[in-house]
């Protein structure tokens, strides 16, 4: 324990240093309150695809784990709070920092909230794309310990054939082939691990990770 | 600087450099969960069981933290709650993170007491 804790106030003296960094992030309130153990609520969805939630929910599991931190089990936790009269994310949103404590025992709370989930039509190609907001928050007393975005976007149409029409008409096939959940939910893979792991502005490494207390 | 570090980062995160290796049995732990939200009601309880009952039988590294959580959910849905107490009890064992939610599971069990038709 006192080991970590001179890893955390080396790491705090070192980011200091990097002031001049504009992109780097100020982890002072997470340093001050580092989380063992992070509550992932289902997100909010901003997007226009209603599998966002869900889909975006089965991915986020992964990376924050093994990140090195324990992570509540999303699907049990969201069954919980439906059978407590809070069907949707927006309303689980709204529940009080101090009854998720009181219930769970988390450190902190993951609030996410997807931007967007899914293919986008362009002319002639057609997009997958997840994007999403996320903040960290310490069930003790509401600060805001960490926040971040990512977002990751991969072409799905083929190359262009120079027939403008055949290559619209591809597009739109691609387009509704992509509206199934499958394309989406496994860029959402990439897009969390890339949430938490973003150079200079990721997560720092929680307690089960070897490299605990630094930055990706 | 951020665009290159972000294409590097995508690549790495495709497989196509090396990615650190995992300290969890995953399985298909993280498709099981899609699944169950994309298609709810294709794979039964008892199915789902199986196959979680089968990847801790090849789990070549520790569960994942949650894992013995969801797996005890499932047994209690399923009515086997001995099995679901042990499998709450392993998370426990796992991660002391879980303590309280564990404890929390485990005694609304004891509460609800015997039901009609209990296996196990």
Known sequence: ??????????????????????????????????????????????????????????????????????????????????????????????????????????????????????????VVSSHTTVSVRA??????????????????????????????????????????????????????????????????????????HHAAGTVP | MKGAAAAVAALMLTGCASSPPAMYAWGSYELMLYATYAAPGSVGIDEQIDLFENELSQAAHPMPPGWYAHLGYLYEQAGRLELARDAFLAEKADYPESTVLMDRFLQAMADAGPRIGDED
């Open chain 1, 135 to 208: 903040r960290l928050v310490a069930t003790e007393d509401g600060t805001l310990l960490w926040e971040g975005r990512a977002s990751e976007s991969r072409r799905t149409g083929t190359g262009l054939s120079g027939d403008l029409l055949g290559d619209m008409l591809v597009a739109a096939f691609m387009q509704a082939l992509n509206t199934t959940s499958d394309e989406a939910s496994r860029l959402a893979r990439v897009t969390s691990q890339q949430l938490v792991s973003r150079k200079s502005a990721g997560l720092p490494y929680g307690p089960y």
């Open chain 1, 1 to 122: 324990m006192n080991g970590r804790h001179g890893a955390v106030a080396a790491l705090a003296l070192l980011l200091a240093g990097c002031a001049s960094n504009p992109t780097a992030y100020d982890y002072a309130a997470f340093l001050a309150n580092p989380p063992r153990s992070i509550l992932v609520l289902p997100p909010l969805n901003e997007s226009p695809a209603v599998e966002a939630t869900y889909g975006y929910l089965s991915s986020v599991t992964r990376p924050l784990a093994e990140h090195g931190y324990y992570v509540f089990p999303v699907q049990v936790i969201d069954a919980m709070l439906k059978d407590n009269g809070l069907p949707t994310a927006g309303e689980m949103h709204d529940v009080p920092l101090r009854s998720l404590r009181e219930v769970t025992g988390a450190d902190a709370v993951l609030y996410v909230t997807v931007e967007q989930y899914g293919s986008s039509y362009r």
